[in-house]
């Protein structure tokens, strides 16, 4: 007899598991199914380890810098790839832990194997039950749920011609089982994911050449901030080809090579690893979308304002359906699904409100409409501060960068940031609080901010929008 549930969530990645624990913290009955590692790829192939090797990126940097806080030192450093490869390991397994401590204080029934939705049939009581094939040779695991959350998220994309073998030619999964750093590596792609390896690898040491098909970096960041990172990666030695189209790849002996085209000019490019980094794919494959009415496309799972899909009781949220493919923005779908399937009042999610990061050095992050994001030509009041004038920075060694400030000429509220510099992303969080509350840059200029902190740039953004800035 098949076990009934109130939600069964497929995917149990952050989508997922905060979807599946706000449910049961509500008082419904959930199961949770996963395929491969609970915390899915944010934790265990995405942000969390990445960052966990950015970390050390950092240090080799202060290191490296060290003689400017007035410490001398003889000793060479070495870089032990394996034992931040451990520590990355660790950091990753421990978070896990965490998340399956959650699901089991939560009470949350989980079942390890491939979940999928079926239709109408003489075999399932009714559409809309989950069927999970566990591995090896266990019996089909059918449960009988009133409501489906699918967060099966994605996959990285690859390019036609490009065999991705994780040996000679990496993913963004694969590069995250190397034992050893190689000496030198190409990235096609100038993304986020793109950006972020070439900004720790070249910190550990690493040659490292970025070959993007468009003209500048991070193309839904300003272009402002994508000259600005451009300029710091060739200051670092960071090799860039933009507006380059990888037309062949080869491996020969270890090495590979890259034919590309660059203005109708072949050229070649020679490195030890290719790492592919041309986006994400959403799973919509084997999870039973034909079969129970769930309508799709090429870019993921069709879902209202709610994340509800054509199919009424089965809703949608993070990488497999087309917005934001942020972490933070699938726990955030995941929290407003459940609060529609218990029948709340619910308030749409705001994207352009939605806070985004890259961890390069230096940092970069942003919020609501910026000058040119995402085809915005904004007309709006304008105010910035440097970090170079800003006492924290100056103490930290961190000068580079700045943050801007823009507010509507019509009502003065706040509608968008960015930060270039260091810490932006921790500093982003009040910039995107402001917006959410509606306030003004006077409101916030006005709010007396601890000194010295980074946090004052923001403050002094905020005032240089009047011309107000004290230290400006």
Known sequence: MPKEYDLVVIGGGIGGYSGAIKAAKEGLNVALVERDLVGGTCLNRGCIP???????????????????????????????????????????????????????????????????????????????????????????????????????????????????????????????????????????????????????????????????????????ESKKISSQLKAEFEKQGINLLLSTKVESVEVSD????????????????????????????????????EASGVEYGKRGIKVNEFFQTSAENIYAVGDVIPTLQLAHVAAAESEIAVEKILEHDVTPLKYDNIPRGVYTYPEIASVGITDGTNGHEVKAD?????????????????????????????????????????????????????????ATPQEIGETVHPHPSLSEVIMEAARDINGNSLNK
Do not use: C
């Not at 000793?75 to 990753?92: C, G, N, P, S, T």
């Not at 085209?261 to 072949?266: F, L, N, T, V, Y």
């Not at 009502?411 to 995107?432: K, M």
């Open 50 to 220: 990445t960052k966990a090797y950015l970390k050390s990126a950092q240090a080799i940097r202060e290191f490296k810098n060290i003689s400017e806080f007035g410490i001398e030192t003889d000793a060479e450093y070495q870089v032990d790839f394996l034992k931040i490869k451990q520590r990355k390991d660790k950091i990753v397994s421990n978070l896990r832990n965490g998340v399956a401590a959650l699901i089991k204080m939560n009470k949350i029934d989980y079942f390890q194997g491939e979940g999928s939705v079926l239709g109408t049939s003489i075999f399932t009581p009714k559409s809309g039950s989950v069927m999970i094939k566990p591995e090896g040779d266990a019996d089909e695991i059918i449960l009988t749920p009133k409501n489906v959350l699918i967060a099966t998220g994605s996959r990285p994309a690859s390019l036609p011609n490009i065999n991705v073998d994780e040996i000679n030619i990496l993913s963004s999964n694969g590069i995250l089982e190397l034992e050893t750093l190689p000496k030198s590596i190409t990235i096609i792609g100038g993304g986020v994911i793109g950006v972020e390896w070439a900004s720790l690898l070249k910190w550990m040491g690493v040659k490292v050449t970025i070959v993007e098909f468009q003209d500048r970096l991070i193309v839904n």
């Open 382 to 438: 304008h105010g910035q501060f440097d970090f170079k004038f800003n006492g924290k920075s100056m103490i930290m060694g961190e000068s580079i960068g700045q943050i801007e400030v823009f507010a509507d000429k019509d009502n003065d509220d706040l509608i968008g940031v960015s930060i270039v510099g260091p810490h932006a992303t921790d500093l982003i969080s009040e910039p995107a609080l402001g917006i959410y509350l509606n």
């Open 254 to 289: 270890g090495e590979t090579k890259i034919i590309a085209d660059k203005a109708g000019e072949k050229t070649e490019i020679k490195s030890e690893k290719i790492l592919v980094a041309v986006g994400r794919r959403p799973n919509i494959e084997n999870i039973g979308l």
